[in-house]
């Protein structure tokens, strides 16, 4: 018997199949011919769905695959526009923007199949990225015990990837191939899994707004920072490329970008709120301060919307309450330590940028605890930032931060910018369940350092929007640092409640 050799050509590859009889080859030919019509028929990435937001007031990208040279139409509310599929089978779309609608809206795409997406309505669109401190779910904070006439709110919707929204399926292997995903209208049945800051972010600009509120998850356990750069991003200074013993599968660079940051491009977005570190700290914290600025800026690029707001959070105190009043780069046997005020040093980097801001985590650490529970008061920081530099509130977004020092004579007087109404003492809301300044008796956090550069803690008091600092062991203070340790505990805020950034004034590197 002859054999005969079938070529079908799929998706640019050439499938040959040997029939060695004729009722064989008839049914190849139709499953092959069934599994090309699939393919051919138009499709969307997961991100366009029921019950999705809309970036409301700019113009929409909407985008797909489809048969090569397919005619594809998209409809929502009163716009419609068509386009054709290029050779590669690709097709995209830029609607105009929708005019408000208080109903839901469909959007229909049609080719040689038709898709349609119901409840489909327009609002504000954040994507909230990072490791554990943001996947952390709300059933896990320490405020998530919320009734569910507060937690129910149809017009707060999440969009999650598959297995990064049940917290006990994380596998490594699911997070390495997983792309698939949804949108969630929050409920009392669906929040327990949704991101706690960017929940606790979204429905403080849903109060203060009354606006719906779209939020796209992107999070990963385990995943440094160099895993959610682009390969371009990475390519633009070799000298930020991993070290040879970096770690593969999931941490390896790129990796979080091509799984779930790219497949969004180009969704219209409102901003990003960021809050990753915890896999940098140690030897990556320096390299961090290049890393992060570079990381933004790529993404915007990648957008092509311009400088969006990208606002990151400075990481929660962990460590030691006690100990030193600084603490160094590398630990008494020369090991590099975990460094985390240098990390919060390099995630204040990215204010070098236009568009963004940082919001203060230092004083809502637990001392033995990575992913600390309280993520009301780090989701609302974060709100804060947008409720001013977004929607235009007149309001304090940050806690005082350092102006500059004058010496005089054995004291050192440290000037601050935003101080609100004024400079307090102040606790953290995480052990007292609100800001209570009058809990605090004295002002903590200090040090002082002479020319020999040996810290030693400073006492001070609070004059106007300034700190007058001395210390008898510094008889001549030429630097002075605030909050340099893994877990500070610094007692300096605004009467907004908003606590002061960690700083140094000295620039000393580590070697």
Same mark, same amino acid.
């Given at each position: ?13 050439? %499938? ?6 004729? *009722? ?18 138009? $499709? ?7 019950? !999705? ?29 068509? &386009?054709?599929?290029?050779? $590669? ?9 929708? /005019? ?8 229909? @795409? ?19 990225? =990072? ?30 990837? #598959? ?23 929050? +409920?009392?049945? &669906?929040?327990?899994?949704? $991101?706690?800051?960017? %929940? ?6 849903? +109060? ?6 779209? !939020? ?12 959610? !750069? ?7 200074? /070799? ?5 040879? #013993? ?7 660079? +790129? ?24 896999? #940098? ?27 969006? *707001? ?8 962990? =460590? ?20 985390? *005020? ?53 309001? @304090? ?6 102006? =500059? ?12 910018? +935003? ?12 052990? &007292? ?11 903590? =956090? ?5 020319? #020999? ?23 001549? /203070?030429?630097?002075?640092? %605030? ?29």
């Amino acid at each position: 018997m002859q054999a005969q050799e079938i070529g079908i050509k799929r998706s640019g590859i050439i %499938y040959k199949l040997l029939c060695v009889s004729a *009722p064989l080859r008839e049914f190849f030919v139709f499953f092959f011919l069934i599994g090309t019509g699939l393919q051919a028929d138009v $499709s969307m990435p997961p991100i366009f769905g029921d019950h !999705m937001v809309l970036q409301q007031g700019v113009t929409l990208p909407v985008w797909g695959t489809a048969s090569p040279g397919e005619r594809v139409t998209v409809l929502v509310g009163n716009l419609s526009k068509e &386009t054709v599929a290029d050779s $590669s089978g690709k097709w995209r779309i830029t609607l105009r923007p929708l /005019p408000s609608s208080p109903e839901p809206l469909v959007m229909v @795409i049609n080719g040689k199949n038709r898709i349609e997406l119901h409840d489909v309505i327009l609002g504000d669109v954040w994507i909230c990225a =990072g490791e554990a401190n943001m996947a952390c779910p709300l059933s896990e904070a320490s405020q998530g015990k919320e009734s569910d006439e507060k937690i129910a709110d149809e017009k707060l919707r999440f969009f999650q990837y #598959d297995n990064d929204c049940d917290p006990n399926k994380r596998t490594t292997e699911a997070k390495a191939t997983q792309k698939q995903g949804h949108w969630v209208v929050c +409920s009392s049945a &669906t929040a327990s899994s949704f $991101s706690a800051v960017g %929940y606790y972010f979204a429905r403080d600009l849903r +109060s203060s707004h009354h606006l719906p509120i779209g !939020m796209i998850q992107c999070t990963r356990d385990d995943s440094p920072i160099v895993s959610w !750069m682009s390969q371009r991003g990475l390519a633009m200074k /070799p000298s930020i490329f991993p070290s040879p #013993d970096q770690k593969e599968g999931i941490a390896a660079p +790129s990796s979080c970008f091509e799984s779930l940051v790219h497949p969004l491009i180009p969704y219209a977005i409102t901003g990003v709120i960021w809050h990753q570190g915890e896999s #940098d700290e140690g030897v990556n914290s320096l390299k961090y301060r290049r890393m992060l600025p570079r990381m933004i800026c790529d993404w915007r690029a990648r957008w092509g919307e311009g400088p969006f *707001p990208f606002y990151v959070v400075s990481q929660a105190g962990f =460590g030691d309450e006690e100990g030193a009043a600084v603490e160094g780069y590398h630990t008494q046997d020369g090991s590099i330590a975990r460094a985390l *005020p240098w990390l919060r040093e390099a995630n204040a980097s990215a204010l070098t940028l236009p568009f963004t801001g940082m919001a203060q985590a230092s004083d809502l650490g637990v001392s033995d605890e990575r992913i600390p529970p309280d993520k009301l008061d780090v989701g609302r920081r974060l709100a804060i930032l947008a409720r001013h530099r977004v929607y235009g509130e007149e309001i @304090i977004d940050s806690g005082p931060s350092y102006r =500059g020092m004058k010496i005089d004579s054995n004291k050192v007087r440290v000037e601050f910018d +935003s101080a609100g109404g004024g400079l307090v003492l102040g606790g953290s809301p995480s052990k &007292t369940g609100e800001f209570s300044p009058s809990l605090i008796t004295s002002l903590k =956090g200090f040090a002082l350092a002479g020319n #020999d550069h040996k810290w030693f803690p400073a006492q001070g008091r609070i004059e106007g929007n300034s700190v007058m600092l001395w210390s008898d062991a510094v008889p001549h /203070p030429v630097a002075v640092r %605030y909050g340099w340790k893994g877990f500070p505990n610094g007692s300096l805020y605004n009467k907004e409640g908003l606590p002061a950034a960690p700083f140094r004034s000295d620039s000393d590197q580590p070697e």
